[in-house]
T-cell receptor
Framework: DAGITQSPRHKVTETGTPVTLRCHQT?????MYWYRQDPGHGLRLIHYSYGVKDTDKGEVSDGYSVSRSKTEDFLLTLESATSSQTSVYFC?????????FGPGTRLTVL | TQLLEQSPQFLSIQEGENLTVYCNSS?????LQWYRQEPGEGPVLLVTVVTGGEVKKLKRLTFQFGDARKDSSLHITAAQPGDTGLYLC?????????????FGDGTTLTVKP
């Protein structure tokens, strides 16, 4: 298994506050991804990275930004959290077609 | 846009029964992955199939990739409560852009003791 950790694992925040989620990998995988998972919607790609400082938008990127300053770290920022961003967020990495997932972060925006 | 449709969406069976779940698309994929996700955890890779017609077995689980690389099936023999979870299929495109995969919405399997 790829060594992927996410922090925090749980967070409750208020509408309008900024939130940053961290993903850390020890596998030196080139590609990293942020997904959100909601009932009835499956896994939806928010942003992804194909190298240090190289990122691009996924299908649900509005209200989110990312940064990757090191191979091992990929940060997801909710610039001003809204209740619609309440979800479970998963980070994943890959070196080929196969993706390896972290344990997830459950975010609640009140 | 490549789409993967999984069926059935929900499946509830008794321990010991056999079952098959499906993953279908109109697009061709260079490879296809099956994942299992348990509540409160991230998806865990079960298998990757890459060759049209390929069959892989993982204990009581049998995975098949369609000849045309557009579909796949997962068959579980003598299901056990420990098989309960969300089964996701994902496809990699021929020209995988940054390794991105297309995910289906999953089949939620419940195996009752």
């Amino acid at each position: 298994d790829a060594g992927i950790t996410q922090s925090p694992r749980h967070k409750v925040t208020e509408t309008g506050t900024p939130v940053t989620l961290r993903c850390h990998q020890t596998e030196n995988h080139r590609y990293m991804y942020w997904y959100r998972q909601d009932p009835g919607h499956g896994l939806r790609l928010i942003h992804y990275s194909y190298g240090v400082k190289d990122t691009d938008k996924g299908e649900v990127s509005d209200g989110y930004s990312v940064s990757r300053s090191k191979t091992e770290d990929f940060l997801l920022t909710l610039e001003s959290a809204t209740s619609s961003q309440t979800s479970v967020y998963f980070c994943a990495t890959s070196s080929t077609d196969t993706q390896y997932f972290g344990p997830g972060t459950r975010l609640t925006v009140l | 846009t490549q789409l993967l449709e999984q069926s059935p969406q929900f499946l509830s069976i008794q321990e010991g029964e056999n079952l098959t779940v499906y993953c279908n698309s109109s697009s061709v994929f260079s490879s296809l992955q099956w994942y299992r996700q348990e509540p409160g955890e991230g998806p865990v890779l079960l298998v990757t199939v890459v060759t049209g017609g390929e069959v892989k077995k993982l204990k009581r689980l049998t995975f098949q990739f369609g000849d045309a690389r557009k579909d796949s099936s997962l068959h579980i023999t003598a299901a056990q409560p420990g098989d309960t979870g969300l089964y996701l299929c994902a496809g990699g495109g021929y020209n995988t852009n940054a390794g991105k995969s297309t995910f289906g919405d999953g089949t939620t399997l419940t195996v009752k003791p």
